[in-house]
């Protein structure tokens, strides 16, 4: 059963830089016509996506993030990665990662990862 | 990439149906046929209901149907049940990869 979880730091302090991982099981990330991606959620609003990215290491970003995002895969632990650098107190959010096809429909996600940023 | 534009709420009793709308424009809505929804339960990661404006996941009742006009999609929930509570979410694809969300709809069974 395809299974994703993410981890990292619980805190994060404003400027800095917030680093996550997420580690799928159950199916390989390059045997799969799917992208990987990360969705966030600030506390009590709604869903945000942020990037996705293909095993083959193409990344597609939202424009409002893309100067600050970063996405990269490591197939050999089949794992992807997010950083989000000069972070602010509004990128405190529920971080999700998800299995994205290629039009959008994520079918598999993450429990989530809460992460504040504060000093 | 503007977010799309869902009610915030709609409320219906046990056996009603309630229909959530969700607009964009010509470059996401409207210009594609992949608009999917999500539920999420209060602390949950969200859930797949809807992808490819009306095609239901296995496992997804059918009490859940989805469907669009122009740069509108409609999440229809037939028969509501009690555990139909919860935050729904529409999603469109937007060219070149890009997805953007709406704002979500609270759906409060009466």
């Known amino acids: 059963q395809l299974q994703l979880q993410e981890s990292g730091p619980g805190l994060v302090k404003p400027s800095e830089t917030l680093s996550l991982t997420c580690t799928v099981s159950?199916?390989?990330?390059?045997?799969?016509?799917?992208?990987w991606g990360w969705i966030r959620q600030p506390p009590g609003k709604g869903l945000d996506w942020i990037g996705s990215i293909f095993y083959s290491g193409s990344t597609y970003y939202n424009p409002s993030l893309k100067s600050r995002v970063t996405m990269s895969v490591d197939t050999s632990k089949n794992q992807f990665s997010l950083k989000l650098s000069s972070v602010a107190a509004a990128d405190t959010a529920v971080y999700y990662c998800?299995?994205?096809?290629?039009?959008?429909?994520?079918?598999?996600w993450g429990q989530g990862t809460l992460v504040p940023v504060s000093s | 990439q503007s977010a799309l534009a869902q009610p915030r709420s709609v409320s219906g009793s046990p056996g009603q149906s309630v229909t959530i709308s969700c607009t964009g424009t010509?470059?996401?809505?409207?210009?594609?046929?992949?608009v999917s929804w999500y539920q999420q339960h209060p602390g949950k990661a969200p859930k797949l209901l809807i992808y490819d404006v009306s095609k239901r996941p296995s496992g997804v009742p059918d009490r859940f149907s989805g469907s669009k006009s122009g740069n509108t999609a409609s999440l229809t929930i037939s028969g509501l049940q009690a555990e139909d509570e919860a935050d729904y979410y529409c999603?469109?694809?937007?060219?070149?990869?890009?997805?953007?969300f709406g704002g979500g709809t609270k759906v409060t069974v009466l």
């Open positions: 159950g199916v390989s990330i390059s045997s799969s016509s799917y992208y």
């Open positions: 999603c469109s694809y937007a060219g070149n990869y890009a997805l953007v």
């Open positions: 998800a299995r994205i096809s290629r039009v959008g429909a994520t079918d598999y």
């Open positions: 010509s470059s996401d809505v409207g210009g594609y046929n992949y």
